[in-house]
């Protein structure tokens, strides 16, 4: 059973459209987390929810917009997509916020053209 | 500059050679993490720590708070370790994470 599991596995779209991606965990884990991975592979954190609460919403444009259905979804919905979007983006589970081992999901490559 | 700083950027060793990758950090933290990605791309948490040491299989982790400062060893390397190990701490300021930039090892047969 895979633990935080992302759909799509790969995302190629046109500048300007809509997309969103999802992530689900089996863990019964309070905490999830957006992350972004660049060209370069460094990681950075974008938004982290509690129980379906936003706790961490770092400087990320507003075209980003997570959504928490309940406390085992937290989907990520970028609207306006931009060439710099392009990244991998990784969903992460954790019991506790920050303190506590975080369970990563596959990742979704997003290509921009 | 970045709040978490790792050396090496890149490494390469033998195979059952000693290995050591050093994080340091400018922050007051509650916790240090440390992540493996393999070079298919999936994010594995190899400890969590706030003190002292832990061990896990040929894998160590040390952490010295008034130094700021955390290496992660591992004891006879192999090919399978290949990969980039990434540290990441959450502050003691509230809820974040600050990453470092990973350190890229191979390990050669």
Redesign the interface.
């Known amino acids: 059973d895979t633990a935080v599991s992302q759909t799509p596995k790969y995302l190629v779209t046109q500048m300007g459209n809509d997309k969103s991606i999802k992530c689900e965990q089996n863990l019964g884990h309070d905490t999830m987390y957006w992350y972004k991975q660049d060209s370069k592979k460094f990681l950075k954190i974008m938004f982290s929810y509690n129980n379906k609460e936003l706790i961490i919403n770092e400087t990320v444009p507003n075209r980003f917009s997570p959504k928490s259905p309940d406390k085992a979804h937290l989907n990520l919905h970028i609207n306006s997509l931009e060439l710099g979007d392009s990244a991998v983006y990784f969903c992460a589970s954790s019991q506790v916020a920050g303190l506590d081992t975080q369970y990563f999901g596959p990742g979704t490559r997003l290509t921009v053209l | 500059k970045n709040e978490v700083e790792q050396s090496p950027q890149n490494l390469t060793a033998q195979e059952g050679e000693f290995i050591t990758i050093n994080c340091s950090y400018s922050v007051g933290i509650?916790?240090l993490?440390w992540l493996q990605?393999h070079p298919g791309?999936?994010?594995?948490?190899l400890f969590?720590l706030s003190s002292g040491k832990k061990k896990h299989g040929r894998l160590i982790a040390t952490i010295n708070i008034q130094e700021k400062h955390s290496s992660l060893h591992i004891t006879a390397s192999h090919p399978r370790d290949s990969a980039?190990y990434?540290c990441?701490v959450?502050p003691n300021t509230g809820?974040?994470?600050y990453?470092g930039?990973?350190t890229s090892l191979t390990v050669i047969p």
């Open positions: 509650s916790a993490h990605q791309g999936g994010i594995v948490s969590m980039v990434i990441a959450t809820n974040q994470f990453f930039t990973g």
